[in-house]
């Protein structure tokens, strides 16, 4: 039942494939840098 909903939401929608490092796993690298260098 799921997977009919989300065809007839997504059946005219566009991708958009974006590349590059996420804010989210930006910082959690860099608190995991800082921590180390603790």
């Not at 997977?3 to 566009?14: E, F, N, P, Y």
């Amino acid at each position: 039942l799921a997977t009919a909903m989300l065809d007839r939401l997504l059946h005219h929608s566009i991708i958009f494939n974006l590349k590059g490092e996420s804010y989210q796993l930006r910082e959690k690298r860099i608190q995991q840098e800082k921590k180390k260098d603790q």
